[in-house]
């Protein structure tokens, strides 16, 4: 089946450390984005990319970086200098219509927790 | 900045019941206005409104975009517990290639 695949679903680290969060699609869309999600706030867009080997920062990309080698992959690593950095990760694909993003398709999510 | 708000943050409502969500926007650029159900984990698309398309429905559910109000209402009518889910509105400004995201409004219909 085509979709979006994100793992690991749960992840707990500790103070200080480097994590990488993994998103896979076969839905052979041009564009991948990274969200993050918190009680009350909404979806923020951490990076967002719209062809490969190519990358741009969203509105809370501080403590995050991101890869984008293959059209399929789009990984994000929570470095530690993301200070707050327990929430809800959504990775997201679409077809990056021409002029606009259109809809967006959503992976399961990754739920990391800080200890 | 772009903004999106919605209102209210969180409804309760009996089974059968009608309800209406809202959602208001600031943006520079409006290209289209898109509502996403989310009910356990991954958001899942319900509509996509333009200005040639201000009005979608399915089912129980319909919405409709105000341009001139910069704003947009999503209605479910003779709800189910199954209508019970978070859900969001985003804006495409047709710039960078993203989408800005409300708040969101969570909806629990009990029986």
């Known amino acids: 089946d085509g979709g979006i695949t994100q793992s690991p679903k749960y992840l707990f680290r500790k103070e200080g450390q480097n994590v990488t969060l993994s998103c896979e699609q076969n839905l052979n869309h041009d564009a991948m984005y990274w969200y993050r999600q918190d009680p009350g706030q909404g979806l923020r867009l951490i990076y967002y990319s719209q062809i490969v080997n190519d990358f741009q920062k969203g509105d809370i990309a501080e403590g995050y970086s991101v890869s984008r080698e293959k059209k399929e992959s789009f990984p994000l690593t929570v470095t530690s200098a993301q200070k707050n950095p327990t929430a809800f990760y959504l990775c997201a694909s679409s077809p990056a219509h021409r002029g606009g993003t259109g809809e967006l398709f959503f992976g399961e999510g990754s739920r990391l927790t800080v200890l | 900045e772009d903004k999106v708000v919605q209102s209210p943050l969180s409804l309760v409502v009996h089974e059968g019941d009608t309800v209406t969500l809202n959602c208001s926007y600031e943006?520079?650029?409006?290209?289209?206005l898109l509502w996403y159900k989310q009910e356990k984990k991954a958001p899942t698309f319900l509509f996509m409104l333009t200005s040639s398309g201000i009005e979608k429905k399915s089912g129980r559910l319909s919405s409709i975009l105000d341009k001139k109000e910069l704003s947009s209402i999503l209605n479910i009518t003779a709800t189910q517990t199954g209508d019970s889910a978070i859900y969001l509105c985003?804006?495409?400004?047709?710039?960078?290639?993203?989408?800005?995201f409300g708040t969101g409004t969570r909806l629990q219909v009990t029986l």
């Open positions: 943006v520079t650029n409006f290209r289209s």
């Open positions: 985003a804006v495409d400004t047709g710039t960078a290639s993203k989408l800005t």
